[in-house]
């Protein structure tokens, strides 16, 4: 890891792009979507890692995992002690995420609960949560305002929201297009800060091989 951290650059609210810029997708179904989580398994598993560090979940924290996938971060951080929920609005992710869950018996993890809902009406109770966290799914939220509102509601005070986004370049398009630019990541910042979050921070990292990831970590007061 090689992190480097910034403050929100001073300009709009928004980017040319808005940080939810693939907000209209379908989501992924049928067979494909197996094959979609399997390589997610692969390609993401350094990402796990690195927001359990930036984070220090462990024993006694509660852990939401929102767009959790097959569920890589969120095991990880039951592994750490956590106690944990990932939520995803696709069946076929949450099947995987149980799954893997069960074959990887190797990999000794505690109780995960795994929730079929999206970032807009998650079932949690108020002030429920330490720490939540978002992993390459923020792009895909379809209304940020009320996910960022629904993030504010189950967080504790003093509670720790990361959302973490492959690094992409400007005008980039198809897959290449997935994730954030600087200017997407600071928009979004600024936007946690409008939303009553502080301590908004950027943060760019390079974790395995080659992989370029850029995170945004914020505190609800």
Do not use: K
């Not at 398994?41 to 024993?59: E, I, N, Q, S």
């Not at 039951?78 to 869950?101: H, Q, Y």
């Not at 079932?123 to 939540?132: E, K, M």
Request: a negative charge; hydrophobic letters at 40%; charged letters at 20%.
């Amino acid at each position: 890891m090689d992190p480097s951290a910034d403050e929100p650059s001073p300009g709009p609210a928004t980017a040319a792009l808005p940080p939810n810029h693939h907000g209209d997708h379908p989501g992924f179904r049928g067979p494909v979507s197996y094959l979609i989580g399997l390589s997610m398994v692969v390609a993401h598993r350094h990402d796990a890692d690195l927001v359990c560090d930036l984070t220090g979940v462990g024993a006694g924290d509660t852990v939401v995992d929102i767009g959790c996938g097959p569920g890589t971060a969120a095991r990880m951080a039951a592994r750490r002690g956590a106690a944990v929920t990932g939520i995803d609005p696709s069946p076929a992710m949450l099947r995987l995420a149980r799954l893997l869950t069960v074959v990887q018996p190797w990999r000794r993890t505690g109780p995960v609960t795994w929730l079929q809902a999206g970032v807009e009406d998650m079932p949690l109770a108020d002030d429920s949560t330490s720490t939540c966290w978002s992993l390459a799914a923020v792009h895909h939220w379809p209304h940020l305002e009320e996910g960022l509102g629904e993030v504010h509601r189950i967080l504790r005070p003093g509670g720790t929201f990361l959302a973490l986004e492959r690094l992409t370049e400007a005008g980039a398009t198809g897959m290449a297009s997935h994730g954030w630019t600087p200017d997407q990541a600071d928009a979004f910042a600024r936007l946690l800060t409008d939303r009553g979050f502080t301590d908004a921070r950027v943060q760019r990292h390079e974790v395995g091989r080659s992989r370029r990831v850029i995170t945004v970590t914020a505190t609800r007061p």
